[in-house]
């Protein structure tokens, strides 16, 4: 990880950091093209921005990386219950992927967890995303099926993932 700094994102990140979720989401063939309703919603990083902190992960003096994190009870959250933090939308450049960006990302929202007096970190991923499942399961992120969150107008529900600090 020489060279990988985690650090709040500024407004001139934007760009880059919705360039990497749609590079992300569309290279992993999470969806099929950047006009499905929720990838707009994704590569909005403003909007994220004025709701959660965004972090990056910066590597050399490149953005790598991403993620939005919550508390329970600020606006933003989907899962998070009282004393929880949540994080969505955690992205690496698919050129760097496995290269410790997204590991670093998450020990940074559990640090700033732990520092806020929370009790767990939780999330919601998709329900076949085999990659993601993978690295939750590595970091000591365990299921919460109970918890699994459905997407409003949809038959969908999300799997969640919660780790006790």
């Known amino acids: 990880m020489s060279g990988l ?6 407004v001139a990140d934007h760009p880059e950091i919705a360039r990497i979720t749609l590079d992300a989401y569309l290279g992993a063939g999470y969806f ?12 909005d990083v403003a909007y994220r921005a004025a709701r959660g902190t965004l972090l990056v992960a910066e590597r050399d003096g490149r953005v790598v990386g991403s993620v939005t994190l919550m508390s329970h009870g600020d606006g933003f959250d989907q899962v998070a219950r009282e004393g929880e933090f949540e994080f969505r939308l955690l992205v690496v450049d698919p050129a760097v992927q496995r290269t410790g960006a997204a590991t670093a990302l998450v ?24 990659a993601p499942h993978a690295l ?8 919460a099926p109970e918890r699994d969150w459905p ?12 780790k006790l600090l």
């Open 5 to 10: 700094v985690v650090r709040p994102a500024t």
């Open 32 to 43: 099929r093209d950047a006009g499905h309703p929720y990838m707009r919603q994704v590569v």
């Open 107 to 130: 020990a940074e929202v559990e640090a700033r967890a732990r520092r806020a007096g929370a009790t767990a970190v939780v999330l919601t991923t998709g329900a076949d995303w085999a």
């Open 136 to 143: 939750y399961a590595r970091l000591g992120y365990e299921r």
């Open 151 to 162: 997407i409003e107008g949809t038959d969908i529900w999300l799997p969640v993932y919660r």
